[in-house]
């Protein structure tokens, strides 16, 4: 099971803050390819993913009993 969290406006695309999905293993490439066909909405958007609080490589690893974040640009001043 992997567990991925969703900041900010990405609550609101998704009606949740995180979830659970069962699977033992995934690229984060095969994990935005997923979310993009599960939220069509992600498409037009840049996110950035994190892995156990660490930014992540399109071709990091992800494996079951990590934590994922969505996370989109933030900006201020």
Do not use: H
Not at 17 to 23: A, L
Not at 55 to 71: L, Q, T
């Amino acid at each position: 099971m992997i567990r991925v969290c969703y900041f900010a406006g990405l609550r609101e695309i998704t009606g949740k803050s995180e979830e659970t999905i069962d699977r033992a293993e995934w690229t984060v490439q095969e994990l935005m390819d997923w979310a993009k066909e599960t939220y069509p909405d992600f498409k037009n958007k840049t996110l950035f993913v994190a892995v156990n609080e660490e930014y992540a490589r399109p071709d990091d690893v992800i494996r079951a009993r990590d934590a994922i974040a969505f996370i989109p640009p933030v900006s201020g001043g």
